[in-house]
């Protein structure tokens, strides 16, 4: 009989649209984590195991306006049954959703609420839009990548989106998930992909 996948039992909601937030849904999901994937009706990203995208399988998803307070109200009550929950929106988003940490973690107080974006919650970036070539640039990453003595050469959108934020917020949530299961206490894990390219390059 085969052992349970090391992250079996464990339970997701993943609000976060394309690449690095789903890129950190599909690591969880594929070590057996349960990943319930929040999706706008009519959107096109909510079917699990799509093979045109292979980051978004694994997934169970629910497709919900969350302009309305329906929807407001049943994600929380998603939220108040799991372990960790992913989101990939610009600061304050959430928080003007009525799903900042502040209430879902008041709602369930062992959750890990993991937040991504490209600059952080705070500082003189914060509200800026990017990209990942944006962010392994200023963290220089991207002096690093190409041919010494050369220019810099752009990679794929593997190194600032999925190394410095996907497999970063990964190891965070599960680092403060596995103290919550021993502490009763969740807390926000602040993946900035700025901070994790550097990290790669440290």
Not at 8 to 23: M, Q, V
Not at 73 to 98: H, K, N, Q, S, Y
Request: contains cysteine; negative net charge.
């Amino acid at each position: 009989m085969a052992a349970p996948a090391p992250l079996s039992g464990l339970r997701i909601l993943e609000l976060a649209g394309i690449g690095p937030g789903p890129f950190c849904g599909m690591m969880l999901a594929d070590h057996g984590a349960e990943v319930i994937r929040v999706v706008r009706p009519g959107s096109g990203g909510g079917v699990s195991d799509d093979a045109r995208d292979p980051l978004l399988r694994s997934r169970r998803t629910i497709a919900l306006d969350l302009k309305k307070p329906e929807a407001v109200a049943a994600v929380r009550r998603i939220a108040a049954t799991c372990d960790g929950l992913i989101e990939g929106f610009r600061p304050g988003v959430m928080e003007r959703l009525g799903l900042g940490p502040d209430v879902l973690i008041g709602d369930n107080p062992k959750l890990v609420f993991g937040r991504m974006t490209g600059w952080g919650q705070t500082g003189p970036l914060a509200s800026e839009p990017g990209h990942d070539i944006d962010y392994i640039a200023i963290s220089g990453t991207l002096h690093a990548i190409g041919d010494a003595g050369g220019k810099p050469v752009a990679p794929m959108n593997l190194v600032g989106d999925f190394g410095g934020g996907g497999m970063m917020l990964a190891f965070g949530m599960l680092a403060a998930m596995l103290q919550a299961k021993t502490t009763g206490v969740g807390q926000v894990v602040d993946c900035a992909m700025t901070d994790g390219s550097a990290v790669l390059t440290s």
